[in-house]
């Protein structure tokens, strides 16, 4: 196995026979299989779900790599970032990102990391129309103004802020920035869009136990599918009126699907969160098509207010002290 990736595949058999019953197919060239690069460089914090341990694959690939081929998705592996280059990039029809940090350092994990000109190859290959797919931590990623060495363990005063334009160009391919969350808690999402690929059998509202970011500098073109719904929500990072969860957007030639959800196992298990992760990986690879028109002013018109400043917490519920919660002031 090549160290610097990894593919896991299943027997074509068994792919060939789950593509019949694959919900999000559609005719013609949606049938055929797509191939996409789950990226999960970490040069800043190195979630569980993602991590290797002892040459093994993590949490997610082996979920993927199961879940994948009956969805008509061939997943690639990687956690080097030194591969990204146009030649690299061309073979894949998207990437999904689950990151963290300045990708261009080798930061916490120390794969490699990537080259300005990398990145600079995959913000063009997604304006000039491959897919892109980001799950949690993809909007902790190259934060604007931040390097590796940035002291992310006190209140980030830095982050409360909306850049627009002036944000860094990851940032306004992917639509938004994470600021911090707070204890791991239920939280309800309202679906906004049940026309969208994997949205259809999730009802009005639904849900679920996850650690919640709380973001800001929200591009004004989203197309919002999931809302936070703040209300009753623990923390100082959720005092403030709802905002976009999960979203899809263009980016030039490309299509760009997002979901804040992800931290934890039970979530990638969960058949709600499968049904939503591919049906985004679907539209955003191109085999299913939807409108998605910008709503977030109609949807979400406050979202751009920012809660309080406040302390980094343990995410963990049974270490929650609120008192480490009490907001700060710039």
Request: with cysteine; hydrophobic share 40%; net charge neutral.
């Amino acid at each position: 196995m090549n160290r610097r990736e990894m593919i896991l595949r299943t027997a074509p058999a068994l792919l060939g026979a789950c593509l019949m019953d694959w919900p999000f197919l559609a005719a013609g060239d949606a049938r055929r299989t797509r191939k996409v690069l789950f990226f999960s460089k970490s040069s800043n914090f190195e979630h569980a779900v993602i991590k290797r341990k002892n040459g093994h694959p993590s949490f997610v690939e082996t979920i993927l790599a199961e879940t994948g081929p009956p969805h008509g998705i061939e997943f690639v592996f990687c956690k080097d970032g030194s591969l990204f280059t146009p030649e690299y990039l061309a073979q894949f029809d998207a990437y999904f990102f689950y990151t963290s940090g300045d990708l261009l350092a080798a930061g916490k994990d120390g794969n490699p990391p990537m080259t300005t000109a990398g990145k600079a190859a995959l913000l063009s290959a997604i304006h000039s129309g491959k897919g892109f797919i980001g799950a949690h931590s993809a909007t902790d990623t190259f934060h604007t103004g931040e390097t590796a060495e940035t002291n992310t363990n006190v209140p980030r005063t830095w982050r409360y802020r909306n850049l627009g334009e002036k944000a860094d160009a990851y940032t306004r391919m992917i639509g938004a920035e994470f600021i911090i969350h707070s204890v791991q808690q239920m939280a309800k999402l309202q679906v906004v869009d049940p026309s969208f690929p994997g949205m259809a059998k999730l009802g009005p509202d639904f849900e679920v136990m996850d650690e919640w970011y709380s973001m800001t500098d929200f591009s004004k073109d989203l197309h919002v599918l999931l809302v936070q719904e703040t209300r009753g929500m623990k923390g100082p990072p959720y005092h403030r009126p709802p905002y976009p969860s999960t979203w899809a957007r263009q980016e030039g030639e490309g299509r760009v699907f997002y979901t804040s959800m992800g931290h934890r196992e039970d979530v990638w298990t969960n058949p709600a969160f499968q049904q939503i992760l591919f049906g985004g990986i679907a539209w955003a690879a191109g085999a299913r098509d939807a409108a998605v028109a910008p709503n977030i002013e109609q949807v979400t018109p406050h979202c751009w207010e920012l809660p309080p400043v406040s302390a980094p917490v343990a995410s963990d519920p049974a270490k929650y002290d609120p008192s480490k919660e009490t907001p700060k002031t710039n």
